[in-house]
């Protein structure tokens, strides 16, 4: 009856769309309202218990373009005749204020009073008709779409009656729960109908699903295995609740539907024993798992990999157990071709897996050569319970080559050297070099040797080493074994990479399986003997107060001593300080040792500060290189030698400093070199200053003249005029000493006359004064003896001549970082006006060649007997620690024609720190 039902709905559904729908206007007609519906709900649906109050919404639109004033919609309903249509009867009408043409849907409302039997006189199929202006108010574009027509079925109520409810179901353990646990469960009725339910029982029943296919659906009905009655005899009042209680039986692991059914349907009653309100909520089933064991063999290998007939071969099964519980003493089937070769068991965690090894000899099953079938299976007699029974097997392909022939078949394992590589040279004499020979043939073989040699990596040749140790054997059995020793001895050898090898049956005297792997090689490293390396740190060093200082002032050096070797320096060991005097030409004097300490040892890359007080009482004024020696007495051996001495500084020791400056007093014309004749007398004067900061004691002064080629010193200094004695000179203070050269004698030529301040003796190698700067203490003065016709001897000319006179830097000694100011006159010492030339700076460090400008001047005329002094700063930065030579060169470009091109450089010392 009920499919009847369906199929008149169906068909009235349809023609409600048409009705709706209408006929389909080609043309509009502007200045009009269009009203129209578009949805009819009932509330509740299809079917409605007769008895029931049914909401009823129309919701319609104005899709024209004036605005619709006040109208009904009225609602009409009539009993569904497939022969006769009946009429319609109305029921309800809702008055629409209005409605525009820009608002959006509206509601009109009705109730329907399905107990109303003037209305519904019996259950059955209804028709609902709502019609939009329903009396023709509103003038529209089409009048045929106002109305819209639905169905429903008004069915005898069930209201009244009892309604039983599957309510909740509960297990105690929760899922999921290990195989053979025991589950008690809690199934919760209640009645939720009008009046109590009489007797009825509680079903609970279960089936398994495969997860992995359907997780929802069971593959074959329900198994009951509870009926509970004794808890429902007295029935179940209106709104309250009883409990169903059960035991779930044991199951196999695996994922369940559990059902509980209230007022199950028999055969007698397909509806149950009840009747209710509802019958559909009678039932509730939930997922229920049970864990177990899952086994399945992942994987298959064996060895060897190429075997043959007559061999036993080990097949290695991987067996995992990919479910939650532990599974124990799980047996494992190894099969060939069908027949079991043997059998294991394993024991395994939930989620672990093991290897199992099953032994199949060839010659036991007569196996010829070709493929067979290894089968392996876990579980073979389903004695495990698990969620899949059907993944329990795996099996692969082995290929069985024919027999080899009866040989014996030698071979060494490995090499073994103790030491083992890396080995540091000094460490030990030898190495111990091992190997272990087998004979995996099937026969036994005779006179057995074995040679060990060595080789540096990458040559050709092998150097035999003595065998020692079982290096023959007359006899070894098949399967049979014997290690052989040698030792090499490490006395000629050097550090590097060698290579080691081990032949058993050099001579091939013995027939075998395999004839290409009797050698075996291995490789070892020879270190260098690990030594410490001692050294200062350069960057660490420190001088207080300063590094110039006056003489007798203590000055404390502080350094780092770093051991950057590969072995503790065991001490103790000195550290020495030293002085060593720094000629003027850059070369050193002797060294002398001022102070020393001792470090008790040092551990490698550690460091240890040292402090070391100079004396500097007993010490000469000068410049001096500080040298820092790290075990002079060689006490230590090193990874390097050479590295131990640390020159630094230098040291500029202040004290007394006399200097002169000359000059002609008669004749006083051209007074940077006069040009005289023969026989004419020259008055010089010497002024004598002590330029440094301690007061000098006694001292002489005398003159002395010498014949100058090429601006080169010839012969010997001839001492002309009396010597002054001075009893001392204090800072700052100035002394003249004059005297009267006459060059009666005196051929053509170039001569200087040098001022003697503070000679030398033997009694007094560096004078009487011991100064801070011992070069400057011979100030000169040149001059020219002409011929006659006014010419000089070996000049090509007698007009022009450039020379420098003096380079100056104002601190000799400067900082690194520090600017310095370098002066030079510049003089035409000729007999005419030079024209334009350029003058430029270089600067070198002592003991290159390179030399690098920093400054440049062009002078456009020097007037004969002018002299210009030109300044330029130098920035330390660019040069770096060390000692340097300022050169000047005027005329750089030999732009000017001089009587004397070799006199055109001068230079200046200047040391960085």
């Known amino acids: 009856m009920l499919k009847g039902w369906i199929r008149v709905l169906a068909i009235l559904a349809f023609l409600s769309i048409l009705i709706t729908a209408g006929p389909v206007s080609s043309q509009v007609t502007p200045g009009k309202p269009e009203l129209h519906p578009d949805f009819l709900i009932l509330d509740p649906a299809s079917p409605i218990d007769q008895g029931r109050l049914v909401n009823i919404t129309l919701l319609l639109e104005n ?77 529209e574009l089409d009048e045929t779409n106002n109305e819209m027509i639905t169905s429903a079925i008004i069915q005898s109520s069930r209201l009244g009656l009892p309604d039983l409810r599957a309510k909740s179901l509960a297990f105690d ?44 659906t069971c593959p074959s009905d329900f198994t009951q295995f509870a009926l509970v009655e004794d808890a ?102 190894f099969f060939v071709d069908g027949a079991q070769f043997d059998l294991k068991t394993i024991t395994l965690a939930g989620g672990q897996s093991d290897v199992v090894q099953g032994v199949l000899n060839t010659s036991q099953f007569n196996l010829d050569a070709g493929v067979h079938t290894i089968r392996v299976i876990v579980d073979p007699k389903n004695l495990v319970s698990e969620r899949d029974e059907t993944n329990n097997e795996t099996r692969t392909g082995i290929t069985l080559q024919a027999a080899l022939p009866t040989l014996a078949e030698l071979r060494p394992k490995g090499i073994l050297l103790n030491p083992s590589s890396p080995i540091q040279l000094g460490s ?113 060093i420190q001088f207080t107060p300063s590094l110039t200082e006056r003489r007798g002032t203590p000055i404390t050096l502080n350094a780092d001593v770093v051991n950057f070797g590969e072995a503790v320096a065991i001490g103790p060991f000195d550290v020495d300080v030293s002085l060593a005097k720094l000629n003027s030409d850059g070369t050193l004097g002797q060294a002398v040792s001022l102070n020393s300490v001792q470090v008790g040892g040092l551990s490698v890359g550690n460091r240890q500060r040292i402090s070391v007080v100079l004396n500097t009482a007993n010490i000469l004024p000068g410049l001096y290189q500080v040298l820092i020696n790290v075990d002079p007495q060689n006490r230590i051996a090193e990874l390097d030698e050479n590295n131990n001495l640390l020159p630094t500084g230098p040291l500029f020791l202040r004290g007394p400093d006399l200097t002169g400056t000359p000059r002609y ?7 940077f070199e006069p040009r005289i004749g023969s026989g004419t007398k020259l008055t010089v004067a010497v002024d004598v200053t002590n330029i440094g900061v301690e007061a000098a004691g006694e001292f002489d002064v005398g003159f002395c003249h010498q014949a100058l080629l090429n601006n080169v010193e010839q012969g010997s200094c001839v001492s002309f005029g009396d010597t002054t004695h001075f009893p001392g000179l204090g800072i700052g203070s100035i002394v003249t000493v004059s005297a009267t050269f006459d060059t009666s004698g005196l051929g053509a030529g170039r001569y200087e006359i040098k001022a003697v301040i503070d000679p030398a003796s033997p009694n007094f190698p560096v004078g009487h004064v011991e100064e801070e700067n011992e070069t400057n203490n011979t100030p000169a003065l040149t001059f020219e003896i002409v011929g006659a016709g006014g010419s000089t001897t070996g000049s090509t000319s007698s007009g022009i001549d450039l020379t420098v006179q003096n380079v100056t830097v104002d601190s000799n000694l400067a900082s690194f970082g520090d600017t310095v100011t370098v002066k030079a006159q510049i003089a035409n010492i000729g007999i005419q006006s030079a024209g334009s030339f350029r003058v430029i700076f270089f600067y070198k460090k002592v003991g290159q060649a390179q030399m690098f400008n920093f400054a440049q001047f062009t002078i456009n005329k020097l007037d004969a007997g002018e002299v210009q002094t030109l300044t330029s700063q130098l920035s330390t930065i660019l040069l770096g620690f060390g000692d340097y030579q300022i050169i000047v060169i005027v005329d750089f470009n030999n732009d000017v024609k001089e009587s004397n091109e070799s006199n055109n450089r001068g230079s200046a010392q200047l040391t960085v720190t």
Not at 190 to 199: F, I, R, V
Not at 270 to 299: K, T, Y
Not at 445 to 460: C, D, H, L, P
Not at 491 to 513: C, K, M, R, S, W
């Open 428 to 540: 030990n004499s030898n190495i111990a070099v091992s190997t272990e020979i087998l004979n995996t043939g099937p026969v036994a073989a005779s006179n057995v040797s074995v040679e060990f040699s060595y080789r540096s990596t990458g040559s050709i040749r092998w150097v035999p080493i003595l065998c020692s140790t079982n290096c023959s054997t007359s006899t070894l059995e098949s399967g049979a074994r014997f290690v052989a020793s040698a030792n090499l001895f490490l006395f000629n050898l050097t550090p590097g990479a060698y290579e080691i090898q081990a032949v058993v049956d050099p001579q091939n005297a013995i027939p075998e399986l395999d004839e290409f792997n009797n050698t075996i090689q291995s490789a070892f490293t020879l270190q260098a003997n690990r030594l410490p390396d001692l050294l200062v740190d350069p960057v660490s």
């Open 665 to 671: 007093i008669d004749p006083t014309v051209n007074i």
């Open 173 to 216: 353990p929760t899922s999921p729960v290990e195989q053979d646990t025991k589950v008690e469960i809690v199934g919760t009725v209640s009645n939720e109908g009008d009046q109590k339910a009489a007797p009825f029982s509680v079903e609970l029943a279960y089936c398994k699903i495969n997860s992995l296919v359907n997780p929802t």
């Open 232 to 333: 429902f005899l007295g029935g179940l009042t209106k709104g309250g609740e009883l409990e169903a209680r059960a035991s779930l039986p044991t199951l196999e692991p695996g994922t369940y539907l559990i059902r509980m059914r209230v007022d199950p349907p028999t055969s007698h009653n397909p509806a149950g024993m009840i009747d209710e309100q509802d019958e559909a909520n009678n039932e509730l089933i939930v997922i229920f798992a049970i864990q177990g064991s899952e086994l399945h063999v992942p994987g298959i290998t064996y060895t060897p990999v190429l075997p043959r007939v007559g061999d036993t071969v080990t097949i290695s099964a991987t067996v995992e157990n990919s479910g939650q519980v532990k599974c124990s003493n799980a047996e494992v089937a």
């Open 63 to 139: 899709t024209g373009t004036a605005t619709a004033n006040q109208f009904h919609v009225e609602f009409f309903i009539r009993l569904h005749s497939e022969s006769t249509a009946g009429s319609w009867t109305s029921f309800a009408v809702d008055e629409i204020s209005g409605l525009s043409s820009v608002e959006q849907q509206i509601e009109a409302r009705a109730v329907l009073d399905s107990s109303d039997s003037r209305l519904i006189p019996a259950s059955g199929i209804y028709e609902i008709r709502a019609v939009v202006d329903s009396n023709n108010q509103i003038p």
